[in-house]
């Protein structure tokens, strides 16, 4: 009856100790993901902020002279727009990406029957 209770008492702790890292893993997903989304979002932007600021100046700067290339000065300022779309979109993407491989981790049960997570059956 003793070994009994020191085997169950053994696989509630090892259970509790699998739950922990389970929760640390999810956790340091979760950190690194947000880490990942600000990090990748931020280069991309601001050097096509800056380049739409600098068309800007430039037109403004230079208004009398390009009076005949308006269309041609749309287009680039249409493809930094576009550019600047992009480049957030991609970014956002790969971090829902990230986000939803975090949420799949956390898809599990908490049992004390070895392997102590058990994931649903229908998972491919």
């Known amino acids: ?8 008492s053994l696989h509630r702790e090892l259970a509790k100790e ?9 956790a340091s997903s ?7 989304g600000l990090m990748a979002l931020r280069s ?3 050097v096509l902020s800056a ?3 600098a068309l800007l100046s ?4 230079n208004s009398d002279r390009l009076s005949g290339t308006a269309v041609e000065v749309g287009w680039i300022f249409t493809w930094l727009v576009a550019g600047l779309v992009l480049g957030g979109a991609g970014p956002a993407a790969a971090y829902f990406t990230q986000y939803f491989y975090t949420m799949d981790l956390a898809d599990h ?5 070895h392997p102590y997570l058990k ?3 229908n998972r491919n």
């Open 1 to 8: 009856m003793a070994d009994s209770e020191e085997l169950t």
């Open 18 to 26: 699998a739950w922990k890292r389970s929760d640390d893993s999810i």
């Open 30 to 36: 979760d950190a690194h993901t947000i880490q990942f």
């Open 44 to 46: 991309p932007l601001i």
């Open 51 to 53: 380049s739409i600021v």
């Open 58 to 61: 430039f037109v403004s700067a």
């Open 109 to 113: 049960e908490r049992t004390f029957d």
């Open 119 to 121: 994931y649903p059956k």
